[in-house]
Structures are given as structure tokens and as C-alpha cells.
């Protein structure tokens, strides 16, 4: 069993940066895939990042290469989402969700835990 909570969330200005951590809780967690999706009311969950349990391989949607980074530090149990130039577009409901089988992917589907979400509002 995984638990995740998300924080960092708030409101950021257009162009700035903002960083979101997922820290869990489990014993297993460094052995799973985690990954950063994002929801708008009414809209289906976006894929943004993912990363292995070792930090080995990561995968981005198109939309945040260049600007978003995913880290972890399993000694903290924690991943990290470093946002820079964030958009206003980009206000959403940021989860992170935890893979027990340990493969970068983008289909919320295969996700096995979720986090409750933390607020990104961008201003323009």
C-alpha cells in the first residue's frame, strides 16, 4: 500500500516557476514508477511527467519539455516537479500517481495510487 501527498501547489505569475512534491509513504515506494498529471474541471487527466524508481528514465509530454524537470529522493520518499515558465493554460489540479511495475507511462490507467491534488494557478 502507497500513500501519496502532493504540496507546492499555489499561485505563480505567468513566466515564473513553481516546484510540487509527491511524498509518500510505504515501504515499497522506491520501487515504483511515479508520475505528474494534470486535470482541469471537465477535462480528462494530462499526462505531464514520469519516473522510474531509480530516476534512470524519464518520460515528458511534449507541452512541458524543456520546462519541466521530475526528480526524486527516495531516502526522502519524495518526487519533485520543477516548473519554469509556467503558462496560464497550465492552471490546473496537478496529481501525482505511483506504477508498481516500474515503466515510465502516460496512461492514467496504469496508474495503481493517487495523491488528493494540490492547486497550480497561473496568472496572467
Known amino acids: 500500500q502507497v500513500q501519496l501527498v502532493e504540496s507546492g501547489g499555489g499561485l505563480v505569475q505567468a513566466g515564473g516557476p513553481l516546484r510540487l512534491s509527491c511524498a509518500a509513504s510505504g515501504r515499497t515506494f522506491s520501487s515504483y514508477a511515479v508520475g505528474w498529471f494534470r486535470q482541469a474541471p471537465g477535462k480528462e487527466r494530462e499526462f505531464v511527467a514520469a519516473?522510474?524508481?531509480?530516476?534512470?528514465?524519464?518520460l515528458y509530454a511534449d507541452s512541458v519539455k524543456g520546462r519541466f524537470t521530475i526528480s526524486r529522493d527516495n531516502a526522502k520518499n519524495t518526487v519533485y516537479l520543477q516548473m519554469n515558465s509556467l503558462k496560464p493554460e497550465e492552471t490546473d489540479v496537478y496529481y501525482c500517481?505511483?506504477?508498481?511495475?516500474?515503466?515510465?507511462?502516460?496512461?492514467?490507467?496504469?496508474?495503481?495510487?493517487w495523491g488528493q491534488g494540490t492547486q497550480v494557478t497561473v496568472s496572467s
Open positions: 500517481g505511483a506504477d508498481a511495475t516500474n515503466w515510465v507511462r502516460k496512461s492514467e490507467r496504469e496508474y495503481d495510487y
Open positions: 519516473i522510474t524508481w531509480s530516476g534512470g528514465s524519464t
